[in-house]
């Protein structure tokens, strides 16, 4: 009976420690498992957090770029604007006197001059209007112009040309809208009224002050082969004009 029970004991003394070791492997298994797949999620989270400061890093530079960008843009335009400002100024005594809104070419800012006098008009250098109430409309949007009304102009000159489009003024329209819109830096817009008075009005004597307000607005935004073109066609085909002095002069000192 001694015996027997020895034995018994021996034998569990042997099944224990083999079950013990069993789930120690199974419990050793799981956690190396465990281990590698969490390591696994903390290199992918490095990966995608080293991604994403890189990305961040790439945004600053971008808007760094497109900062200066803008920076040398308004330079650029800013010394198109002063050259503009110093070569009208240098023809600016040549305009005095003038009594017609026609030698609005030879000043720097025609609405200016218009603003001091030197703009007004009756019928006097003006294409003949095709009705009393043709003209009386023109004389009241340019009115506005003389008080520097740039809004109430720019409105009165779009009526102008919608109720009277066969008026001989509405080339003269076009160059003010030009003028305007130049004025409070709508450039786009600004183009399109001077490229009418070029395209649609080419008998105008308006056209040459066009093409060179024109290429001046180009130039302000930034499209210099546009300017050179449009500044170089005014000095081949109108080479006697103020206009085109102006354009050589504004060439020059933009060359180089």
């Not at 200066?68 to 843009?73: A, D, F, K």
């Not at 786009?188 to 009224?193: I, M, Q, V």
């Amino acid at each position: 009976m001694k015996h027997s029970l020895v034995r018994l004991c021996g034998a569990g003394a042997l099944v224990l420690p083999l079950s013990v070791w069993a789930s120690a492997q199974t419990d050793s298994f799981y956690n190396q498992a465990t281990t590698n797949s969490g390591t696994g999620t903390l290199q992918i989270f490095n990966r995608l957090q080293s991604q994403e400061q890189d990305i961040n890093q790439l945004r600053g530079q971008i808007e760094e770029l497109r900062h200066q960008l803008e920076q040398q843009t308004r330079l650029s335009q800013q010394r198109y604007l002063d050259l503009e400002e110093r070569l009208g100024n240098a023809q600016g005594n040549s305009a005095q006197g003038s009594s017609s809104d026609d030698g609005a070419s030879a000043g720097n800012d025609p609405i200016n001059q218009a603003a001091s006098g030197g703009g007004q008009s009756s019928s006097g250098g003006e294409a003949a209007s095709s009705s009393n109430d043709a003209q009386g409309a023109y004389q009241a949007a340019f009115s506005h112009v003389q008080k520097r009304e740039f809004d109430q102009a720019i409105s009165a000159f779009e009526t102008f040309n919608r109720d009277y489009p066969q008026s001989g003024l509405n080339g003269n329209a076009w160059y003010w809208l030009g003028e305007l819109y130049s004025a409070k830096s709508q450039l786009d817009k600004s183009a399109t009224a001077f490229g009418k008075v070029i395209s649609d009005y080419p008998q105008s004597n308006k056209v040459p002050d066009a093409m060179y307000k024109l290429g001046l607005v180009y130039a302000r935004q930034g499209k210099s082969s546009e300017s050179q073109s449009m500044l170089k066609k005014v000095v081949s085909e109108h080479s006697d004009s103020d206009a085109a002095g102006l354009a050589r002069e504004f060439m020059q000192k933009t060359s180089g």
